[in-house]
């Protein structure tokens, strides 16, 4: 295994750095008797680049790889080789000297894809470099780098908070409570996001809304409906007409910003189980709501995990 190096980190203050979390092979890959292909840097080809539309100036991203590094092309028994990214993982991307890590929030263990979200940054070099990716494309990635291991065997209370295009990597955490029929945890899912039209997965959160163990709450606050009154608050009221409207069957939102109250409202002592903090977001928003949510939702600090 290629030991990790100083010029690996990427500078930005991660809170699962790469430098403190060394891969280690998870059970899937061990049952599987296979190998990871990410574990050192290798290439990987965009199959597809699509950019989101979000209502704003702002440019979003969704990009799909598939793996093609020299290692499996020279191998001829091709089926030695998967991809795992656990949930909650990072992968890190290099270009030249530059480093970003990014959440994938959908992967395909044998055939060796994966699709994350990117925010572009107008003045971010990583997203220059982004902004001119075409399909065809090759660029190297490593990882897994994260510490989130979910126990399916132990019932908690999962308490996810993600914040705009965070959201994504989220995803994969919902999915392996709710698909596992057998694990009792419950989710309660809180997005915050500018308005309706940042809300990223919107259908996928709508999906989810149908398991008896998730619940989802989107925090809105400069949500803006084209009424006069709305237009001189600068958001729409609660109880706006159009506001309501817009939302759809079993969605829960609120024109307000996710406080202390309002994490407090998400507990229900009836529910058993270990309660989970895990927050997606910049650092700023991590730091913000790691500090809320230990203390409103009572969650120990070592049970706090930030994407």
């Known amino acids: 295994m290629e030991l990790l190096q100083d010029s690996d980190c990427c500078g930005n203050g991660c809170t699962n750095c790469i430098l403190d979390n060394k891969p280690r092979p998870s059970n899937r890959v061990l049952l599987a008797g296979k190998r990871n292909v990410i574990l050192s840097y290798t290439k990987f080809r965009l199959l597809r680049r699509e950019s989101l539309e979000s209502g704003s100036d702002e440019q979003v991203l969704l990009l799909h790889f598939v793996h093609v590094a020299e290692e499996e092309e020279q191998n001829p028994d091709k089926e030695d080789f998967v991809l795992d990214i656990p949930p909650g993982h990072h992968v ?25 979200l990117v925010k572009l940054q107008p003045d971010g070099p990583m997203s220059r470099h982004l902004a001119d990716v075409r399909p065809g494309d090759l660029l190297e990635f490593r990882g897994p ?22 959201i994504a990597p989220t995803l994969p955490l919902v999915r392996q409570v709710l698909e596992n029929e057998e694990d009792m945890s419950r989710v309660w899912h809180l997005v915050c996001a500018r308005n309706l039209q940042h809300v990223y997965f919107r259908e996928e959160l709508l999906e989810f809304a149908h398991f008896w163990n998730y619940k989802s709450c989107l925090y ?3 949500h803006q409906c084209d009424t006069a009154a709305c237009q001189e608050e600068g958001h729409c009221d609660q109880e706006c007409p159009n506001f309501q409207r817009s939302l759809r069957y079993k969605e829960t939102a ?3 910003r996710l406080d202390a109250s309002s994490l407090a409202s998400h507990i229900n002592s009836s529910v058993p189980g270990e309660r989970i903090l895990i927050v997606a977001g910049d650092s ?15 969650v120990d600090p070592a049970n706090v995990y930030l994407l």
């Open 92 to 116: 890190m991307l290099r270009v030249g000297s530059l480093l970003r890590p990014y959440s994938p929030y959908w992967s395909d263990f044998l055939a060796k894809e994966f699709r994350i």
């Open 145 to 166: 780098i994260g510490n989130y291991v979910h126990d399916p065997q132990k019932e908690k209370c999962i308490y996810i908070i993600a914040q705009g295009v965070a």
């Open 220 to 222: 809105l606050p400069h």
């Open 254 to 256: 609120k024109v307000s």
């Open 284 to 298: 700023g928003f991590q730091k913000t709501m790691a500090q809320l949510a230990t203390e409103s939702l009572a």
